[in-house]
């Protein structure tokens, strides 16, 4: 099916629109983007900069997508922005590309990224994240499928939220979330464990349990990180949860450490 374009958008001829969009009143497309069949701009989006937009993405009023990132360190150059499919794009949010030139900003797919929420340059999204409203991302930040962040939240430059994470509301999140774990705060530390983000994604009472004893030896015992690591590989060897957690505890990319009261 063809697209439609109000008339009173303005879309770059060399943009690359696919079949059966959607563009409404107002809409600015600019010359670098693509938009995957199906998208939906609702109304007064820009959609700018070296950025794509997989199918069926719907993009709220008076949100940008693409723009310039706001890091001084900019030094020109193509930057880019990609956004997979099936996102839901609420009114005023913003997403800009990278810093340095070859690099992207990136939001996978199945995401539901609520108004007024901000996702800064580098930032790597996985898929069906839900950002509440207002949640701010910092540069750098990484968020693994399926965490939750909620409104208000503002996170420091790269931190990482591992899968199934969750920080609660009005949050200031400055250390890394392990998988299936809950923070909260100002600052926030780990809490407790998502039981019920990993009963929506069909994990067992078993897998919680597992996960939860987890937790608590690497939260509440008072070891060492390392020593922490040491004993859930020798406590849960089969169980692929906890190797999430510890993958995610050694991960080379940690930069600010976990979120826990006594680092």
Do not use: N
């Given at each position: 099916m063809a697209s439609t374009i109000h008339p009173s958008a303005v879309v770059d001829p060399a943009?690359?629109?696919?079949?059966?969009?959607?563009?409404?009143?107002g809409c600015i497309v600019g010359p670098h983007v693509t938009l995957g069949p199906g998208c939906r701009l609702l109304s007064h989006a820009v959609i700018t900069g070296h950025t794509t937009l997989g199918e069926g993405?719907?993009?709220?009023?008076?949100?940008?997508l693409g723009g310039q990132t706001?890091?001084?360190?900019?030094q020109g150059g193509t930057c880019y922005t990609r956004i997979g499919a099936r996102n839901v794009i609420r009114e005023y949010v913003t997403i800009n590309a990278a810093t340095n030139a070859g690099d992207a900003t990136v939001v996978g797919d199945d995401c539901l990224i609520q108004s007024y929420?901000?996702?800064?340059?580098d930032c790597i999204l996985g898929n069906g994240i839900?950002?509440?409203?207002?949640a701010m991302l910092s540069g750098h930040i990484v968020v693994d499928d399926f965490a939750v962040i909620g409104g208000m939240v503002g996170i420091v430059q790269f931190v990482r939220i591992g899968t199934m994470g969750f920080v609660g509301g009005m949050s200031k999140l400055a250390g890394d979330v392990m998988p299936y774990c809950i923070a909260d705060g100002g600052p926030a530390i780990t809490r407790t464990v998502n039981k019920i983000g990993m009963q929506r994604?069909?994990?067992s009472d078993d897998a919680v349990r597992v996960?939860?004893?987890?937790?608590?030896?690497?939260?509440?015992?008072?070891l060492r990180l390392e020593d922490a690591v040491a004993k859930l590989r020798e406590d849960h060897?089969?169980?692929p949860e906890v190797a999430d957690m510890i993958a995610f505890a050694t991960s080379p990319d940690a930069k600010v450490g976990l979120a826990r009261s006594h680092d």
């Open positions: 943009a690359s629109i696919g079949a059966d969009c959607q563009i409404g009143p993405c719907e993009v709220h009023p008076f949100s940008v706001q890091d001084l360190k900019h929420c901000h996702i800064a340059h839900i950002l509440s409203s207002g994604r069909g994990r996960v939860r004893e987890a937790f608590k030896t690497v939260f509440r015992s008072g060897p089969d169980s």
